[in-house]
């Protein structure tokens, strides 16, 4: 069975630090991909970063990256600078292409709380 | 519009009484999947659709919920004889298609359901 693990319910970091939130994952698919989406207080979820299974490189989307570690099953989220506008609730969640159609397994979530 | 739209945003009901939720998808979207969040928790997949048809359906809680799919658009999700558990942030998304790989999903604000 497909498993996220996000094992930090709260984190916070000081205004324009760096701040990494941590995702480890369990599938026996060979072919998968890791999402992280932002929460925002207002309810809806923004699409931040992906990282395909097969990717060598990892992902970048701006102040946002993603240390792909695919020994481990880890996929943690980095966000460099962090700004005040980032505090919100982050979700880990994967996707798995092998049952021939996409469906996202989440984590629990981590609530990020940027400090001034 | 040009996102997912979902209504009513909030709902109101009695413990027994059925309700129908709604979800309009982006345009040209083949594939839609619905969600639940409850309080503080991650999101719990429902049921996902390609086309009109829902491959799979193992998500759903129990057989008070259905949910259908008409035009290969509008979708709705229906429970019957609501119970207080099903207080939830129920969310709609929508991708271009539903299989292969990489395949973000685009997510409505939700529908905010309190069962009294």
């Given at each position: ?8 319910p ?63 099953k ?43 | 519009?040009?996102?997912?739209s ?33 309080l ?56 271009p ?5 990489y ?14």
């Open positions: 069975a497909q498993k996220i693990t996000q094992t930090q709260g984190m916070f970091v000081q205004e324009k630090e760096a701040v990494t939130l941590d995702c480890t994952y369990d599938t026996s698919d060979p072919s998968y991909g890791l999402f992280w989406y932002k929460q925002p207080s207002s309810g809806e979820m923004i699409f931040l970063i992906y990282q395909g299974s097969y990717d060598q490189q990892n992902a970048t989307e701006g102040r946002y990256s993603l240390n792909f570690q695919k020994a481990r880890s996929a943690n989220l980095v966000i460099s600078a962090s700004q005040l506008g980032d505090s919100a609730m982050y979700f880990c969640a994967m996707s798995s292409f092998s049952g021939g159609y996409n469906k996202l397994i989440f984590g629990a979530g981590t609530r990020l709380a940027v400090h001034p | 519009g040009a996102g997912v979902q209504s009513p945003s909030n709902k109101v009901t009695e413990k027994g009484k059925d309700v129908e939720l709604r979800c309009d998808p982006i345009s040209g979207h083949t594939a839609l999947y619905w969600y639940r969040q409850s503080g928790q991650g999101l719990e997949f429902l049921i996902y659709f390609q086309g009109n048809s829902a491959p799979d359906k193992s998500g759903l809680p129990s057989d008070r919920f259905s949910a259908e799919r008409t035009g290969g658009s509008v979708s709705t999700l229906t429970i019957q004889r609501t119970q207080q558990e099903d207080s939830a942030v129920y969310l709609c998304a929508s991708s298609h539903g299989q292969g790989s395949n973000e999903q685009f997510f409505g604000p939700g529908t905010r359901l309190t069962v009294l």
